[in-house]
């Protein structure tokens, strides 16, 4: 109660100096960019994506209606999307070449830059937990494999078995594509190897096999299912965050964008905060994340304007697909996407939630 | 000899159309930046490392001026630098908590925006051949650690044992340290441990113990040895290299600069090529090597312009210290850093060396 009096004092104050508009706050959220379509998702399981996008939602939300940070709303957020296997983060991450879940993360704080990241741990629950930890707790930035789980422990944070992460669902996607690999004549292993790597859109995917064959439930978020959130806080903060299993069946300690900040994460005050989603290589090729940011500063495009920029222009003509959520200082936000495609949503001030999945 | 002929055909007809000048080419290398100053330095120590600055400017530049690539060239120059005692990358990099060394690197093809990485890998004789062929044979950006390894085999490159890349100077270097955080207080342990994770630079660093105490020779390269290499190539194209061992007595898997793209190494023709090397966690939360790369592009800033208003601006405005080379589609390079000096030197399309250690 104390609070609320004291945010309307202040509320009050910010009128009389001329700004007539009160603290305003959004979180804004994905679970992945790809082949998301009405005619590969049943409306049963289209419900349950909108079920867990508005439960993370309401649970950002309640730290921002409450004057809480725009970090916490965000960490809040992508735990919840960790802890559902509807998503290729924490539990229900693709498995890897030898059937192991391998996690990466990261995290930003607009307001002084500081991040967080780890890379390849197994046995950490939360994974955006850890990368939080590690911009808060320790003196770097990035750490990975046994290291950042050794620096987990210090923490103090929940570990867990890898078996917690691996779903019966991976384990029926990774058996079958251990069969095709097996059965596959050296050609096949070569399409299939790179069916898994790239998106099966229509026109920009050399091979569409795992598309037409695979289960479309499990398709629809395989490849794409990284989780991210990016918020503005009633202090007028921004935060940036992204969690992931990377993509299946990866191998060679192979690491995407999502712990890499300035391509998969990125948040600065002075311009905006951005979660990206969809095929790494590009998006750290392209430090896509920090040349949204970049755009916005140097060259005074508006978020949407530089989002769209990014994704719709550098990404696409590299050969890439994905997408990204940003959001800046004004509570502006921007969704965009080449894919066809991704799973998003939105809360504002007054509470009012928009979640979406298809194309735009 | 028919190559040659070419070229001189190319360049006539380039003459022809108006352009005056011949094909250009440079290399730019640095061999880290910190507290390198005279009276830290011995005369026999500085003319160790102007001789092998030089022997690897040279390297480069026979590929160079044979019509080489870019990217051949700073691998050539790296790879030298590597197997030199001299710098804290390959044989000779510093040691982590557990003595052991740690490698990370990353390369980038300004061409076609390509890019490799590999981060933790303790068995890759050549951490910026891994990168490179990461980048050609993979169709990954970045691997780390006993995966990167077992491409690494895969590929065929030469593994060592991790006793290789440890020196004597480095193991005396690293049980000095040992010694001291077993004899210290914790709040004596605190210090250390901030020593070695920030610049000896009076008036940035809280701490000048190991400056005053430790080896003056060892002091010079321990934080800050990071080696790169940034060319242009008579193609007009341009690539960039970073090669690293990391913070002395690191822990937790930690990671720094060296192999995140767009931090660390970045290179687009459209604008430069950039290897950073310094406090690694600074320049990823600056996304230094793209920044600069942004303020070209987007606010027309010139090379030098921009990379002196990321290294004396942003990343001087953060509290970090470091420097990065970089050099532009016209050949034109900047050499900029906020330490007390930097292993340096390029070489022309005359062969002309410059090498150079102590301030600008």
């Known amino acids: 109660m104390a609070f609320v009096l004291l945010a309307t004092a202040v509320s009050s104050a910010q009128d009389a100096a001329g700004q007539a508009e009160a603290p305003t706050f ?23 994506y909108e079920a867990k996008l508005t439960e993370a939602l309401r649970a950002g939300y309640e730290i921002l209606a409450g004057g809480g940070t725009s970090l916490d709303a965000i960490v809040a957020a992508i735990t919840i ?10 539990r229900g991450a693709v498995l890897t070449n030898t059937g192991v879940a391998e996690l ?12 967080g990241a780890v890379a390849s741990v197994k046995r950490v629950k939360s994974p955006i937990l850890l990368a939080q930890r590690v911009m808060d707790e320790s003196p770097h930035v990035m750490l990975i494999g046994e290291g950042a789980e050794a620096f987990a422990e210090e923490q ?36 299939l190897r790179r069916s898994l790597e790239v998106s099966p859109i229509p026109g920009t995917a050399p091979d569409d096999a795992v598309t037409s064959n695979a289960d479309p439930d499990i398709v629809a978020g395989e490849k794409h299912g990284t989780v991210g959130a990016v918020a503005l806080d ?24 999502s712990p890499i900040i300035g391509a998969g994460t990125w ?45 719709h ?48």
Request: with cysteine; aromatic share 8%; glycine share 16%.
């Open 26 to 48: 959004r979180l804004v959220i994905h679970g992945g960019a790809g082949g998301i379509r009405p005619e590969t998702l049943s409306e049963e399981r289209q419900a349950e």
């Open 81 to 90: 999307m960790e802890e559902s296997p509807l998503f290729n983060a924490g």
């Open 104 to 115: 990466d993360a990261s995290i930003m704080d607009g307001a002084t830059r500081n991040a």
């Open 156 to 191: 103090g944070l929940e570990m867990v078995e890898n078996e917690y992460f691996r779903t019966s669902q991976r384990l029926e996607q990774f058996e079958r594509y251990r069969q095709r690999l097996e059965e596959g004549s050296s050609s096949e292993q070569g399409k």
């Open 234 to 257: 009633q202090h007028g903060n921004l935060a940036a965050g992204t969690s992931t299993g990377g993509i299946a069946f990866k191998r060679w300690g192979r690491v995407g964008d």
């Open 267 to 311: 948040a600065d005050n002075e311009t905006c905060a951005i979660s990206s989603t969809g095929e790494g290589e590009y998006f750290i090729r392209g430090a896509v994340a920090h040349d949204i940011s970049a755009m916005m500063r140097y060259a005074g495009l508006s978020l949407r304007e530089a989002a769209a920029a990014v994704i």
């Open 313 to 360: 222009g550098t990404l696409t003509n590299m050969g890439g697909t994905g997408g990204v959520i940003g959001i800046d200082r004004e509570g502006n936000y921007a969704m965009a996407f080449n894919t066809a495609g991704m799973f998003r949503g939105t809360i504002d001030a007054d509470g009012r939630v928009d979640v979406k999945m298809f194309g735009q």
